[in-house]
Structures are given as C-alpha cells and as structure tokens.
C-alpha cells in the first residue's frame, strides 16, 4: 500500500461492499460528516443514513450507506454498515418506487397507525439511494 493511501473497507452482513485503497473517505457520522486522510487519530463514529464518498487516483466513488459504524485508524477505515450500495450498483428506479412507498405510507399517518421511525427511515434511505445512484 502507498504511504499516502488509506485502506478502505466496506462490509454488511451479508458481503465486503469494497476493499480499496484510497486518498481520502469521507462518511455521513451521526454527529456530522467527517472525513479522513492517512494519519487520522483513531476513533469510533457511529454512521448514520446517508451518503459516503472516497477519492482514489483522482476519482471519486461515491456509496449510499444505512447506519453502522466506522472504525478508524492511521492507516485503515472500516465501514460496517447495515447496507451499503456503490453508487453505480444501485437501481434508480427501485430506489423511486420504495420512495413512493415510503412517502404514501407517512402520509396514511394521519389515518392509520403506522411504525412512523420505520417509514422515515425508509423514505430516508430510498432518497439518498436516488442522489447516491444519480452521480
């Protein structure tokens, strides 16, 4: 590994989403987003829904992650998420259908009894799927 590359690794329960080296990575934290470059004090986030990026060789690749956490050291992030998608694996359009869902099932709120944190997180996630998948 280059000395100013950090090793980035994304894994949920069911897959290793990516191994890669990487400039810099930078994750939606449940206190605010955060960025690390090699060198980085070591510590523990708590990740949150939304959308990760890291730069490599001049490019950058962006994920769509749901929650988890991230590990960092000098030389290594670790993301375990509850789901995370790279950007051009996601379907655009699924993503807009469980948008839609999401969105009809707050709105029947107001009527029906609903798992109101469920549906949020849902409509949350489908919407950073769409912006992650648009890039």
């Known amino acids: 590994m280059a000395e100013k590359q950090l090793l980035l690794e994304v894994v949920t329960p069911d897959r290793m989403v990516l191994s890669t080296e990487a400039e810099v990575v930078v994750c939606p934290g449940v206190e605010g987003q955060f960025g690390v470059l090699v060198g ?3 510590f523990l986030s708590a990740l949150e829904i939304g959308e990760m990026y890291y730069k490599a060789g001049g490019k950058t690749e962006f ?3 749901s929650g988890g956490f991230a590990e960092v050291t000098g030389t290594k992030v670790t993301i375990v998420a509850e789901a995370a998608e790279m950007g051009r694996e996601i379907d655009a359009e699924r993503a807009r ?3 839609e869902r ?3 099932r707050l709105a029947a709120a107001k009527t029906e ?3 109101w944190v469920r549906a949020e997180a849902s409509l949350r996630r489908s919407v950073i799927r769409m912006k992650v998948a648009g890039r």
Do not use: F, T
């Open 113 to 115: 009894a609903i798992d």
């Open 97 to 99: 259908r469980a948008r």
């Open 102 to 104: 999401a969105e009809k």
């Open 63 to 65: 994920l769509a992650v």
């Open 40 to 42: 980085h004090v070591p």
